[in-house]
């Protein structure tokens, strides 16, 4: 939903920071694999109870990865395997976040904690296996959802950073 509305905007406020990346020889697939180390990193610090350092981390990784489409579309190096590759790493590291989170909840016998991210990461797989479905039968699912990767990595953020994490799952 916030999603739409910011690739309305995006591309003409990121076409300066985009020139840049690219001019420094920066690939679309170097972002997401950046934005998956980041998650990576992520779930590693929330894990060790590194609160804000994992947030900083979560919100490197979502930036990156918001930016990598808009890129390949900027530099003409949209592919399938850029999407493939996009969409894996996207999991991964959601997965990687989410096992973070388990792994210190498990620490403190938050059990309602550790539903919470079951069923965001369930939530989010079967939205994007929904979409995949979808597009294959030529159904369009472009426009419609309320929560895409961005907001759900927004949602992360805010949670850590306003130490409000459970109300964000």
Known sequence: MVSRWVRRWDSRL?????????????????LTIFSLVCMIVAGLLVAQDHLLIAGGALFIGGLADSVDGELA???????????????????????AFSLGLI?????????TEIVLVVVALFGSMLGSQIRARAGMVGIATKDIGLATRFERIGLWSIGIFTAHLPLAL
């Open 103 to 111: 792994w210190r909840y498990l620490d403190t016998h938050a059990t």
């Open 73 to 95: 579309r900027q530099t003409s190096r949209m592919t399938a395997f850029g999407g493939f590759l996009d969409s894996i790493c996207d999991h991964c590291g959601d997965f």
């Open 14 to 30: 990121l076409a300066p920071a985009l020139r840049v990346l690219a001019g420094a020889g920066i690939t679309p697939n170097m």
